[in-house]
């Protein structure tokens, strides 16, 4: 499955999970070599592992099928398969969450960029427009009263100025 969020795309399948899961279970369902992943620490209450989305759904698909078998196998074994279920749910939550959240900012930042391009281009076209209302003023000077001229040209050095202040193209 590929999630597309603004066009930047992440495909679950490269996502890697860490989850703990406890020894009773994890050993009962390496021992049926099922998938499992890899596993990064080991103590007697539990074993984490770090594991792809596959790996990750075959821990909740047979934890699921252990919870439902209360009167065929160990109490702690089905205690152990409730525990693992509640944080292999947990971890594909906040995983998924953690992955939204970077995409979230990813395109908080493209956003920003484009603005900042998109401001440093209306600068620009505002830069040529004053250019050529001054082309157009050194032209009808001769039509104008001095005084309108000036109180114009003011206006337009005015308008540069501002302009220069702010040209600087983003990064």
């Not at 989305?53 to 409730?82: C, G, K, Q």
Request: proline share 2%; with cysteine.
């Amino acid at each position: 499955m590929t999630t597309t969020i603004n066009d930047i795309t992440t495909d679950d399948n490269d996502r890697i999970y860490t989850v703990r899961i406890p020894t009773i279970f994890a050993d009962d369902h390496a021992d049926r070599d099922c998938l499992t992943g890899v596993a990064l620490k080991r103590n007697a209450h539990g074993v984490v592992y770090s594991c792809n989305r596959e790996e990750l759904e075959d821990w909740i698909t047979d934890a699921e099928h252990y919870t439902t078998m209360d009167a065929w196998i160990s109490r702690s074994l089905v205690a152990s398969a409730r525990r693992a279920l509640k944080n292999c749910r947990t971890t594909k939550a906040a995983t998924t969450a953690d992955s939204h959240k970077g995409n979230a900012r990813r395109n908080a930042e493209a956003a920003v960029d484009k603005s900042q391009w998109a401001a440093y281009r209306a600068i620009k076209d505002a830069d040529l427009a004053v250019e050529h209302a001054q082309k157009t003023l050194n032209d009808n000077q001769g039509a104008m009263r001095p005084d309108v001229y000036e109180m114009e040209a003011k206006s337009l050095r005015w308008l540069r100025a501002m302009i220069n202040r702010h040209v600087e193209a983003p990064e």
